[in-house]
């Protein structure tokens, strides 16, 4: 009997400890996953400050700066919701602004004033710095939901999981147009 309450104890004990690093995973990955959204929003407050820069100077890319303004808009709307689909368009969304950030950073190669503009070298530099930050969040909240996802697939966590009704987290992912290939020749035109 004795050694029948200590292997009831035992298999309690370890589905106790199963379930806390479930929830220490889960709770680290929403926090890469906040410090993600820390640096979007840092991005997002950067981007009125580089188009009132960029307007002085680019009549011409109107349309660019227009797209971005709304595609900013769009993605604070994305940032309220928390659910899962939410999370997936608002990836989405900061990956179309990301490309037309990038794309207006290289149109302003196209315009010397504006290049050398003192303010606008400066929001290049927080651009840049702002982009790597991102990166390295990109990067940790990956890495926490790898390790989430492996604490809810693995038994008995899947078990434990699938009582708590928990789901893997999707991962920040990279667009297709982001991982064809870069044409140099774009980049070499004057």
Do not use: C
């Amino acid at each position: 009997m004795f050694w029948f309450v200590a292997a009831v104890v035992a298999i309690l004990l370890l589905l106790y400890f199963w379930y806390a690093t479930i929830v220490t995973r889960r709770n680290a990955a929403e926090e890469a996953f906040s410090g993600i959204d820390v640096q979007l929003k840092k991005r997002t407050d950067l981007v009125p400050n580089i188009l009132k820069i960029a307007a002085r100077f680019m009549e011409h890319e109107k349309a660019l700066l227009t797209e971005i303004t709304q595609l900013r808009t769009e993605v604070l709307k994305a940032a309220e919701r928390t659910d899962r689909a939410g999370t997936e368009k608002r990836f989405d969304l900061e990956a179309a602004l990301e490309s037309k950030l990038s794309g207006l950073m290289v149109a302003v190669e196209n315009y010397p004033d504006l290049k050398s503009h003192t303010n606008m070298i400066e929001a290049q530099r927080v651009y840049a710095d702002v982009e790597e930050h991102i990166s390295a969040a990109r990067r940790g909240y990956n890495a926490a939901s790898r390790r989430f996802k492996d604490a809810i697939q693995i038994f008995p966590g899947s078990v434990i999981a699938a009582i708590m009704g928990l789901k893997p987290l999707p991962f920040f992912q990279v667009t297709e147009a982001e991982r064809a290939p870069v044409n140099a020749d774009d980049f070499l035109k004057s």
